[in-house]
């Protein structure tokens, strides 16, 4: 039998980002897509950080599941497994990364500047912020137009988070590097990444399948930062099949 699935999604979304997605996928097994906290109809809690928001999805989550993270839910999936590995049975890192911002000894990240100007903007007007965010999630996919339309779609479907939130998650993405702690997480994983990512480089995913014990790479061929906007069907048969395992 196949394991519960939990899909994390990514920075400024909410849970409905998966609807599409968690349909297919929900023909052959139970499928979760919490808000994270801070993010849709979710509250958030004070302080917030990486741990506090592992610790609320643990215990939500079934008591065993598989846990499926986009991008920020990524690094948020690798630190459950790492926190609670009698509940995480398995991993699927979707267009997800160890360390967003790019260092001397990390070519793979984005540049400081970059999170820097965000966090700048979200002091001005978020929902421009988001936009802009949006429209570099689809860049450089072979379905650029249709995956804007889609992420546009969805997250309209809730409202968006508050900019306290959002400069918090961001602070995640801008601080948090999960290398080190690759090695110690012993679940099978599955590391799907678009070859077109702009935001998290398909050599981050290579890294991510690199150095996880038991990992390995799908990469999907046009895919930019949302694969499984862009492929749904692709993305649930790799997902299928790693469960099925």
Same mark, same amino acid.
């Given at each position: 039998?196949?394991?519960a699935l939990v899909l994390l999604h990514g920075w400024g979304a909410h849970g409905r980002v998966w609807d599409e997605l968690a349909a297919k996928l929900g023909n052959d097994m139970q499928v979760f897509a919490p808000d994270l906290p801070g993010h849709? *109809?979710?509250? $958030?809690?004070?302080?917030?950080?990486? @741990?506090?928001?592992?610790?609320?999805?643990?215990? #939500?989550?079934?008591?065993?599941?598989?846990?499926?993270?986009? =991008?920020?839910?990524?690094?948020?999936?690798?630190?459950?497994?790492?926190?609670?590995?009698?509940?995480? $049975?398995?991993?699927?890192? #979707?267009?997800?990364?160890?360390?967003?911002?790019?260092? =001397?000894?990390?070519?793979? !990240?984005?540049?400081? @500047?970059?999170?820097? !100007? &965000?966090?700048?903007? /979200? $002091?001005?007007?978020? !929902?421009?912020?988001?936009?802009?965010?949006?429209?570099?999630?689809?860049? !450089?996919?072979?379905r650029a137009r249709a995956v804007t339309r889609q992420l546009q779609a969805a997250l309209a479907l809730q409202p968006q988070p508050h900019g306290s939130v959002l400069l918090e998650t961001l602070r995640w993405l801008q601080m948090t590097d999960l290398? *080190?702690?690759?090695?110690?997480?012993?679940? +099978?994983? %599955?590391? %799907?990444?678009?070859?077109?990512?702009?935001? *998290?480089?398909?050599?981050?995913?290579?890294? /991510?399948?690199?150095? %996880? +014990?038991?990992?390995? /790479?799908?990469?999907?061929?046009?895919?930019?930062?949302?694969? &499984?906007? $862009?492929?749904?069907?692709?993305?649930?048969?790799?997902?299928?099949? &790693?469960?099925? @395992?």
């Amino acid at each position: 039998m196949k394991p519960a699935l939990v899909l994390l999604h990514g920075w400024g979304a909410h849970g409905r980002v998966w609807d599409e997605l968690a349909a297919k996928l929900g023909n052959d097994m139970q499928v979760f897509a919490p808000d994270l906290p801070g993010h849709g *109809a979710t509250p $958030s809690r004070t302080p917030y950080t990486i @741990e506090h928001a592992v610790d609320q999805l643990a215990a #939500i989550a079934p008591a065993q599941c598989a846990v499926a993270g986009w =991008s920020l839910g990524g690094q948020l999936a690798l630190a459950w497994a790492q926190r609670y590995p009698q509940q995480v $049975s398995r991993l699927v890192l #979707i267009a997800a990364t160890p360390r967003f911002v790019s260092a =001397s000894d990390w070519p793979h !990240g984005m540049a400081p @500047e970059v999170f820097a !100007g &965000f966090s700048a903007a /979200l $002091s001005g007007d978020v !929902g421009a912020t988001l936009r802009r965010f949006l429209l570099l999630q689809a860049q !450089g996919d072979a379905r650029a137009r249709a995956v804007t339309r889609q992420l546009q779609a969805a997250l309209a479907l809730q409202p968006q988070p508050h900019g306290s939130v959002l400069l918090e998650t961001l602070r995640w993405l801008q601080m948090t590097d999960l290398r *080190a702690m690759l090695p110690k997480i012993r679940q +099978p994983a %599955l590391v %799907l990444h678009g070859d077109c990512d702009t935001i *998290a480089a398909p050599a981050a995913g290579e890294c /991510l399948a690199a150095h %996880l +014990p038991h990992a390995r /790479l799908a990469l999907l061929a046009g895919a930019a930062h949302a694969p &499984f906007i $862009s492929d749904p069907d692709a993305v649930c048969k790799l997902i299928n099949d &790693f469960c099925d @395992e």
